[in-house]
Every structure is written in structure tokens, then in C-alpha cells.
């Protein structure tokens, strides 16, 4: 919003009733608790999904009984908002958090404004595992009639169960069927001489991809010819491929229609799996491995097909770049989160196609039990590359909202898969972390202690890296070196063993100085910040230096 549009929805917000569920108001001038922002998080985003509101509305700097402008310096450094954006999806389920975050300065006083998404449908937002709802302006847990009021938004007709009227066993790919045959024997051999017995339309009756001869949506999509996506319309079932290379232009492309039980594994065929080497710790022979693992990316993109929402109307994408694959499909994580999926290791409590899934698991296709999610994340482990990368988007893009997986088919950083090596003992959840400091994504400050308390990881929060008995692991102590900051007495020795050999300095010098001493962690700014701190702690604390400011520098001297 443009900063007379976000005054003009603040005064907006101003005049609605105080007791409304789905809008908070609060001073916060200094500060506010963050777990109880993730609460009002929760409530409001549930309370906008009652009400049937686009988006639940919490600001700070506003007196809640009279609706007053009175100002906040609620995090008011540059960055630090934003980074509430990612500290709040950490303990969402769904990982949803703030749509946006707009401020104003009005003459009262600075005002914060946190767009809130409501709760998806079918799923109530939870905070830390717990429901959080509103009655009038009273916070608390969101009561149990509200809960299912939610859930129950989501006991559809499941879409793959529908019967396409008109199609009959001949819109299906004779080859399809075949294959079908083949791989449910496998999964049940004791029905072995049954199954050779049954024709065509007793074989779908009995995996219920067919009720009573009439074939059903999950049929089409798995065993239908390609000209009989016709009986779907508008909804689409289709795979696009598409390969880029290193300046991520596009190469080639290819679509991909039923059937999806054959054209998965042409899907596949086409992805370049080629070989990838590296040389572990303590030895001259390299490792020679593929960049993927054929299960993972077949239970990505198996996945992709259980779980698109055909409803949308959109299409399954395969993107190939240089050294990852990014599945994308249609719909939300019904799950909530991949932590939860990781630690839970059970089925999900509901599927979007439930009759597709079960034939699916009856195919061979997916796992009957739910853990394929957790085993794709132990084949990444074990082969010591990245762990798999979720990302669930609100709704931003033309279709709504989308699931996006993204496999690394490289080694990202040496040290994180020398410690694997190392440490096969080392849980998943703690390996989810450790993939996270590698890829340098941001972790709330609890799950850094945490691995400091296990001295896998050192450094001031947020830039944290590889301790010093994670190197000593490795044989790479200059890495370790590299990143490790010298405590600030070194610093100053340096700048008056200077002082002393030359008498004055100017800034640019120590800056020269300090520069490739200060831990590689460290961005330019935050290397010039801590020169600057290191500098006046010197003149005013130690009072070991002057300052002397002429026209053109600043000088430094020995007292």
C-alpha cells in the first residue's frame, strides 16, 4: 500500500466498533511480548476466517479503550519488522505468517499496522500447537464448536471420487491398465491368480478407481488416454517440464497429460541425473554419486499428483535448473508444517483426493503410511547433501495457494557434510537445523541456543556458524579461523601498536587495519559498525585514544 492508503485503512480501523473479533489495538510503545503477538496472531487469523474477512488487522501504537494514536518505538530498527515475518512462521503451523507490515507517522506518533491472512480453509492457525481465538476483546483459546466450524470448511465432496458420467473403460490407455495390473499384484501377491481372472472393469471396481462400471475423476488422471481430459474440464491434469540453464533462461519444455500412471516416469527420463563427485575427509578417492536420489524425486513429484488441488484449475510444474529441481502444485499443506510431519512420522488426519491417494497407495505410487515426506528427508542425510526445501505460499500467485519443493543436486557447504560423515548419530530435527545454518536461513534465537548448547554451532545471533569442535571434527580449523571473531583487546592492541609506529591514523587506515581480521561472517556494514564501536570504546571508556576532528578526517592519537 502507498503511505496515504495505509493512513487511509488505519482511520478506517479506527471507527469500527471496540468489540470487534478480527481488529486488535495496542500501545506496545516500547515493546511487546512475542509470544503473546503470536497468540493475537493466531486468534485474529482465525476470527478473519469466521467472519469471512480477508484479513485480521493488529496495530501497535493505538490505546485499545479509546482508539487513541499514542505512538510506538516497537521495533523500530531498520529490518527488524520484517524479520518478524519468519520469527512468527517458525511457531505457525502452515508456517503462515503476516500477509504485510506497513508503518505510519502520524503526528500522535509512529503507528504499526500487521496484515494478518486468515486462518486457510478447513485449517484453524495454531501458535506454538495451541488454537488461540477472540470473544469480544478477550483473548484466549479458540473454543471447540470454532475449531470444527473450521475443520468442517473442509468436508468437500472429494473432487477424484466424481464420477465422470459419460467415459467408459475404452477413454482408458490399454498400457495404463496393464501397468496397473502389474503393480497391484506386486502390492498384493496372495490375489495374484485372482487379479489374472478379473476383466478390466472388476479390476477398477475393485480399486475403487471405478463404482458399479462408472469411472471416476482418479481414473482419467492415473489410467486415461490423453484426449480424455475432456471429462475434467474446467479442472486440468497436466505436468510441465522446463529446463533452464545457469542465466536462468528457459531451454526446453514439455507438457505432460493422463496417463500420469506412464507419464511420470517419462516426466523423469527426461530430468538429467547426471553424476556428481566429492572428496570426503581423510581420503584421496573421491565419492562419485548422482545428483538425485531416483526415490526423492519420484515421491516428489507422486506427491505433486495425490496432492494438487484440480479444483484451481492450474497445471503440476517440474522446473530443472543447473543444480536443483523445483515441484510446485496447486493448494495447501494440509499437514500444517514439515516439522510436524518429520516429528509427528504419521499419516495425515486428511487427504485433498482421498480416493486418488488410496489408489495411488494401492499402485505403488505413495506411501500407504505417510512417512514419504520423512524418508525423502533421510535419503538426502544419508547421501550428506541438503535436505529438501518446502515452501508454502498464501495464495499470491493467479491459482491460490501453492506447495513448492525444492532438491539440491549439490554439496552446499563441505563442513555441514563432513559433520554428517562424522556424526551419523546426530537426530533429524537436529540435522534440519544444522541444513538451515548452511543454506543461511534465519532460525529464532531458542533453536540457535539450542545447537550452541549441543556446540555444533557458534557466534552471535543471527550470524552463526560452524563451532570450533565442528571444525576440529573436520581438519579445516582456517575455516574455523575465518569465521571466528578475536575478542575486541586483540583489535585494540592492533590500533595502538599502530598509533605507536606512526604516530596518527585516519579512519580509512584502521579500517584497512582491522578489515581481514574481522570475521568473514560479518557484511560490510556490520564490519564497519563494529570498527566504529571498537573505536569508541577506545576514546571514551579506555579513554587509551583522542579524537581530533579537523575539516577533512578524523585523526587518532595516543593519550
Not at 487513541?68 to 531498520?78: D, K, L, V, W
Not at 501397468?179 to 489374472?196: F, H, T
Request: with cysteine; aromatic share 10%.
Amino acid at each position: 500500500m502507498q503511505p496515504e492508503e495505509i493512513q487511509q485503512k488505519i482511520e478506517t480501523l479506527l471507527r469500527l466498533p471496540h468489540e470487534t473479533e478480527w481488529v486488535e489495538f495496542k500501545a506496545a510503545q516500547t515493546s511487546f511480548d512475542f509470544g503473546r503477538l503470536g497468540q493475537y496472531f493466531s486468534a485474529l487469523s482465525n476470527e478473519a476466517n469466521l467472519n469471512q474477512k480477508p484479513s485480521g488487522w493488529l496495530l501497535f501504537g493505538i490505546e485499545s479503550k479509546q482508539h487513541r494514536i499514542i505512538g510506538t518505538s516497537f521495533r523500530s530498527a531498520a529490518g527488524d519488522l520484517n524479520k518478524l515475518k519468519y520469527e512468527i512462521a517458525c511457531k505457525t503451523n502452515n508456517r503462515i505468517t503476516f500477509s504485510e507490515i506497513y508503518e505510519y507517522q502520524f503526528p500522535q506518533g509512529r503507528v504499526v499496522l500487521f496484515e494478518i491472512p486468515p486462518a486457510p480453509q478447513g485449517i484453524p492457525t495454531s501458535w506454538d500447537g495451541h488454537f488461540y481465538g477472540r470473544e469480544g476483546e478477550s483473548l484466549g483459546p479458540l473454543n471447540l464448536h470454532e475449531i470444527e466450524q473450521i475443520r468442517s470448511q473442509n468436508t468437500r465432496q472429494d473432487w477424484s471420487a466424481d464420477i465422470c458420467v459419460e467415459a467408459s473403460v475404452n477413454d482408458l490407455h490399454p498400457d495404463a491398465i496393464r501397468k496397473a495390473r502389474e503393480l497391484y499384484s506386486q502390492k498384493n501377491p496372495e490375489q495374484q491368480d485372482e487379479v489374472d481372472k478379473w476383466d478390466d472393469i472388476t479390476f477398477l471396481n475393485k480399486i475403487k478407481l471405478a463404482v458399479r462400471g462408472k469411472l471416476t475423476r482418479a481414473a482419467i488422471v492415473l489410467l486415461g488416454r490423453s484426449e480424455a481430459t475432456s471429462f475434467l474440464s474446467p479442472s486440468q491434469a497436466q505436468i510441465t517440464w522446463v529446463v533452464y540453464n545457469d542465466k536462468n533462461t528457459e531451454l526446453d519444455y514439455k507438457h505432460y497429460g493422463p496417463p500420469f500412471l506412464l507419464q511420470a516416469d517419462k516426466v523423469l527420463a527426461n530430468i538429467r541425473n547426471l553424476n556428481y563427485r566429492y572428496l570426503p575427509a581423510g581420503t584421496l578417492f573421491p565419492t562419485e554419486i548422482t545428483m538425485y536420489d531416483p526415490y526423492v524425486i519420484r515421491e516428489a513429484l507422486h506427491n505433486c499428483i495425490a496432492h494438487q488441488d484440480y479444483t484451481l484449475q492450474g497445471r503440476i510444474s517440474i522446473a530443472e535448473k543447473p543444480d536443483e529441481l523445483i515441484f510446485t502444485n496447486l493448494g495447501s499443506f494440509i499437514p500444517g508444517s514439515i516439522e510436524a510431519v518429520i516429528t509427528e512420522n504419521s499419516p495425515p488426519a486428511q487427504y485433498r483426493n482421498p480416493l486418488l491417494a488410496q489408489a495411488m497407495v494401492q499402485l505403488k505410487m505413495i506411501d500407504t503410511i505417510g512417512s514419504g515426506i520423512r524418508k525423502m528427508f533421510e535419503k538426502q542425510r544419508e547421501r550428506f547433501f541438503p535436505l529438501p526445501d518446502y515452501e508454502f505460499s498464501q495464495g499470491q500467485n493467479t491459482y491460490g495457494p501453492s506447495v513448492t519443493v525444492r532438491i539440491q543436486g549439490k554439496i552446499l557447504d563441505e563442513n555441514y557434510t563432513r559433520l554428517l560423515i562424522r556424526k551419523p548419530d546426530l537426530k533429524l530435527e537436529d540435522v534440519m537445523l544444522l541444513d538451515k545454518v548452511q543454506k543461511h536461513q534465519n532460525l529464532i534465537r531458542e533453536q540457535c541456543n539450542y545447537l550452541k548448547k549441543l556446540r555444533l554451532v557458534e557466534g552471535r545471533y543471527p550470524n552463526i556458524y560452524i563451532s570450533s569442535v565442528v571444525a576440529e571434527i573436520f581438519e579445516t580449523k582456517e575455516d574455523y579461523i575465518k569465521n571466528r571473531a578475536f575478542d575486541d583487546s586483540y583489535y585494540k592492541q592492533l590500533i595502538i601498536d599502530y598509533l605507536r609506529k606512526y604516530g596518527q591514523a585516519k579512519r580509512r587506515e584502521i579500517d584497512r587495519l582491522l578489515w581481514d581480521k574481522l570475521s568473514d561472517i560479518l557484511t560490510v556494514s556490520q564490519k564497519k559498525h563494529k570498527i566504529k564501536n571498537i573505536l569508541s570504546a577506545m576514546s571514551k571508556n579506555d579513554k587509551t585514544i583522542d579524537n581530533h576532528i579537523n575539516r577533512y578526517t578524523w585523526t587518532i592519537n595516543i593519550r
